[in-house]
């Protein structure tokens, strides 16, 4: 999930109330499914906030159901109480990317890249390039599933890709939250350890412990702590393969 800022502001269509929305609004906020690309909201808002993120996040659990995590930045507009709060109500883990990368959202600012691009195309063949409105953002994102192919042009499309998605199980989800709580214990000792205590690795710290260490952290901290746990608890589980790629050195002389 993130927030985006369109080219231009995104204004009522014809025959919507002028309160409907805001003919202020330049910011957008983009709620896409990693696995399968899919584009699940397009939001236009007149302001870039918490609370509105935390709103659509409901609505569309409330549609959809509950993802095992969500990742975002650390902006405020993502980030703030509302949004964890709602998330913890609903069982979805937190995922925050690391200070000043980006790139860990790579698929969202993709997506965001490739809606822009469309809402441009749309409202440019209408005759007000400069004016794009709410059903144009709205055509922009169901164009994106329906036509787009991610996985070449013999793959399915985003939204055939998500008809076929499989729900997790309650047990499944536990299962989840209890692996990454155990994962999180383990990791703020080790944090612990570099820090106050040499890297001693035989000192034993019962779990109660260590979540009040866990309480003691500031926020980023806790971020690194829960990025790195909850990163494990999904490989553990198989939902999260990851890959390294060795670079060349052939390709560090340039």
Do not use: F
Not at 32 to 42: E, F, P, T, V
Not at 173 to 202: C, D, M, Q
């Amino acid at each position: 999930m993130d927030w985006t800022e369109t080219d231009s502001p995104v204004v009522a269509p014809s025959g919507v109330p002028s309160g409907a929305v805001d003919v202020s609004c330049r910011w957008t906020l983009l709620v896409r499914d990693l696995a399968g690309s899919m584009q699940l909201a397009a939001i236009p808002a007149a302001h870039a906030t918490a609370a509105v993120a935390a709103e659509t996040l409901r609505a569309l659990v409330a549609a959809h159901g509950a993802p095992l995590v969500l990742k975002t930045d650390n902006g405020s507009n993502v980030a703030e109480a509302e949004v964890r709060e709602a998330l913890a109500a609903m069982g979805i883990a937190h995922l925050r990317s690391p200070p000043g990368t980006p790139r860990y959202n790579g698929s969202v600012e993709a997506g965001i890249g490739s809606l822009k691009a469309r809402l441009r195309a749309i409202a440019s063949a209408r005759g007000r390039p400069a004016a794009p409105t709410a059903d144009d953002l709205e055509e922009a994102r169901l164009e994106a599933n329906e036509l787009s192919r991610p996985w070449g042009e013999r793959g399915p499309t985003p939204g055939e890709r998500w008809k076929t998605r499989r729900h997790a199980a309650a047990a499944e989800r536990e299962a989840l939250a209890a692996a990454i709580a155990s994962a999180s214990r383990e990791e703020t000792l080790k944090l612990w350890r570099r820090r106050a205590e040499g890297g001693n690795a035989e000192i034993s710290v019962c779990a109660a412990e260590a979540d009040a260490i866990l309480n003691s952290l500031d926020a980023t901290d806790r971020a690194t702590v829960a990025r790195r746990a909850i990163r494990r608890a999904l490989e553990a589980h198989g939902y999260l393969i990851s890959r390294r790629t060795a670079i060349s050195s052939t390709h560090l002389h340039d």
